[in-house]
């Protein structure tokens, strides 16, 4: 790439490709509703779900799934068009038309891609807006329901507990996140250490392919089957249902809330944390917050430990339980709160318990922010002076927070291999860092993205290592950004080995299968193969031809900006 830097040059392939791009995106555009209208059923006109730029709605439509704010100023680049399907063909049109006029789709269900993905783009872009598609149909008796993209999890709660006390699902503890880009990318929440992670509760799939083709999971296949299950949304096709198996859950469960500071022995007790939370009773599942907050003294900061549990039973085996395998906590019974499954997602939620169960259906989240993420998964218990060192960052850099979900129990029972997210035994927990902000700006945004930035380097000793592990549900761009040129295998396998360990080249290996134009791309999609293949060849096979290319590329380079005198 650093071969076509020539300074001289550079203005004239600007302006040349600026203007070959906006005469191309304006006829491109005309066309591609004129395709998409085309494309349409008469039975289902695909007009009422097209909005450009002009439509008077074309903001608040755009706005309507934006969930983290730092996308949402007036400088991040918008889509040229939206469409809002309302029926399966209109999803085909939009994959057809945008393949003939090669136009870069966003896929967006929920909209709450911490990096934005499924709305913002680098180049012109549209995107495919899923919220209209949005039905659950609950089959009790055979305790499974198809749930579509647009769905929100809170409302996938709501309906399932509208039919029955003793069953949920298990997936996100927020329940404004979209189904569609939650359950491709593997989705876990408090139940994940009795029933694992939503993808391993997933039995069927409706999609729609590259050629614009519905796929259940028979005709899919199993290897399209597995890799949207784990494989990251945005690079397989469009999903439109995933079919979920229920799971049993008690008609009473109990949730607590316990906060200690290090001046409450905070140390002692998330020492024991760490090996109590992956190995006690999978029916219990004890998430660890850590955040600096005001110490006891005036102008002293602390550290607090906040452990949130939910437990499939009552309180008393609960306090029993607590009492003889994590004293240390000093969990007694005024502690904790017997509810229903339902209430216990407000209360993780922080929304009051008492609050009608129908703000589950609410599709504005209760409140905005600025916020950047990373994440890491932990293999060994850290050491009292390890916790010492991390205590003194975290105060150094007071606004950082860490939230830690034990893993353990059924995660470590189910093969790394057997759907495309690979996180599985060996890990003790996953490390979520935060950073939230409040307030509009370049610099206070760089300010808090730098705390998360430090905190992660700092947790280096501490977390997985070669490769250090990632979460793709907790997306982070600063793993690496595929630009899908010619290196965009190896681009793709900065964050691919991160996100998904071995499973990665089983994905390259699909992904090149089922969409070999790579019609599907986002900032951090599975690359292909073929790129793989074609550098191999040049590199190893040849090393001549390699130099041969380097005087070739210098040669015209020179020659065209000797024209530029
Ligand atoms: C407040 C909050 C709480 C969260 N809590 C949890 C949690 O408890 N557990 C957890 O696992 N994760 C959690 N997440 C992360 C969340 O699971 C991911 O951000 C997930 O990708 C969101 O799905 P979405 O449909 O809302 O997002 P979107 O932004 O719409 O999509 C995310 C990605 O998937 C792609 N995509 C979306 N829809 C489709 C589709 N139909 N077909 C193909 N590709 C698609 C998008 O292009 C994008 O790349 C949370 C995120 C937020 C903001
Ligand atoms: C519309 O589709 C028909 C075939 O279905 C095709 O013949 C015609 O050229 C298309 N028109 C446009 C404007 O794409
Ligand atoms: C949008 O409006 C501008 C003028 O305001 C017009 O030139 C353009 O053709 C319109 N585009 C569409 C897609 O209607
Ligand atoms: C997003 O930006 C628009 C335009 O500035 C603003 O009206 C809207 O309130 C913002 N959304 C949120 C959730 O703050
Ligand atoms: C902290 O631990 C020490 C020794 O383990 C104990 O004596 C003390 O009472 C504890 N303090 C609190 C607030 O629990
Ligand atoms: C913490 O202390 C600072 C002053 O040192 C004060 O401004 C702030 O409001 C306090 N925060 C809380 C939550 O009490």
């Known amino acids: 790439m650093g071969l076509f830097s020539s300074t001289k040059l550079l203005p004239i392939v600007v302006l040349f490709s600026l203007l070959f791009t906006s005469y191309a995106t304006n006829s491109a555009e005309n066309n591609f509703v004129h395709c998409l209208v085309n494309h349409s059923e008469p039975s289902h006109p695909i007009s009422a779900a097209i909005f450009t730029q002009n439509s008077s709605s074309f903001s608040s439509v755009l ?332 105060i150094e850099l007071e606004k950082a927070i860490m939230y830690f979900n034990p893993y353990g129990g059924r995660m470590a029972e189910i093969p790394s291999t057997e759907t495309a997210f690979p996180h599985r035994a060996g890990n003790l927990w996953k490390i979520q860092y935060q950073a939230n902000w409040f307030e509009a700006g370049e610099e206070v945004a760089e300010y808090h993205i730098n705390l998360v930035r430090e905190l992660h380097k700092y947790m280096t000793p501490f977390v997985s290592q070669n490769p250090r592990q990632a979460f793709i549900c907790y997306k982070d761009l600063e793993l690496g950004i595929n630009h899908h040129g010619f290196y965009g295998y190896f681009e793709g396998s900065a964050y691919g080995v991160q996100y998904f360990d071995d499973n990665f080249k089983r994905l390259v290996q699909i992904k090149t299968k089922v969409d070999p134009s790579n019609f599907f791309r986002t900032e951090q999609s599975i690359p292909l193969h073929s790129h793989v293949e074609f550098v191999r060849m040049v590199t190893e096979k040849s090393l001549v031809s390699v130099l041969f290319g380097f005087f070739a590329l210098n040669w015209i380079r020179r020659t065209s900006s000797n024209m530029n005198y």
């Open 63 to 394: 706005q309507a799934y934006i969930r983290n704010l730092r996308f949402n100023t007036s400088t991040t680049r918008k889509p040229f068009l939206i469409v809002t399907p309302f029926h399966v063909s209109h999803v085909q049109a939009s994959i057809v038309c945008a393949k003939k006029h090669n136009l870069l789709m966003k896929i967006r269900s929920g909209g709450h891609d911490y990096e934005g993905v499924s709305y913002v783009a680098s180049q012109p872009f549209f995107i495919l807006d899923m919220f209209n598609l949005r039905s659950i149909e609950i089959d009790m008796e055979s305790e499974t329901a198809w749930v579509e993209a647009g769905a929100m999890l809170g409302e996938v709660y709501y309906r399932i507990a509208e039919k029955s006390k003793t069953h949920g699902f298990p997936a996100g503890v927020c329940p404004t996140v979209g189904v569609g880009g939650h359950i491709s990318g593997g989705g876990y929440g408090n139940l994940m250490r009795k029933y694992g992670t939503s993808v391993d509760n997933v039995v069927d799939a409706q999609i729609v392919d590259a050629r614009g083709r519905l796929l259940n999971r028979r005709t899919m296949g199993e290897d399209l089957f597995w890799a949207v299950r784990g494989g990251g949304g945005g690079s397989f096709g469009v999903v439109l249902a995933y079919k979920i198996r229920l799971v049993r859950v008690p008609e009473k469960v109990t949730v607590f809330q316990v906060g200690v500071t290090l001046e409450q022995n905070a140390t002692d007790i998330v020492y024991n944390w760490q090996h109590v939370a992956p190995t006690i009773d999978n029916d219990l599942f004890i998430r660890l917050i850590l955040e600096v907050v005001n110490g006891t003294q005036t102008a002293t900061k602390t550290v607090r430990a906040t452990f949130i549990a939910l437990f499939l039973g009552d309180s008393k085996s609960l306090v029993s339980l607590m009492n003889d395998k994590f004293p240390q906590l000093g969990l007694k019974q005024s502690d904790c709160i017997e509810t229903t499954w339902l209430k216990s997602v407000l209360f993780w939620d922080n929304i009051d318990i008492a609050t009608p169960v129908e703000i589950l259906l609410e599709r504005q989240p209760q409140s905005f922010k600025y916020l950047k993420r990373k994440s890491d998964y932990v293999k060994k218990p850290i050491s009292k002076e390890g916790w010492e060192g991390i205590w003194n960052k975290m």
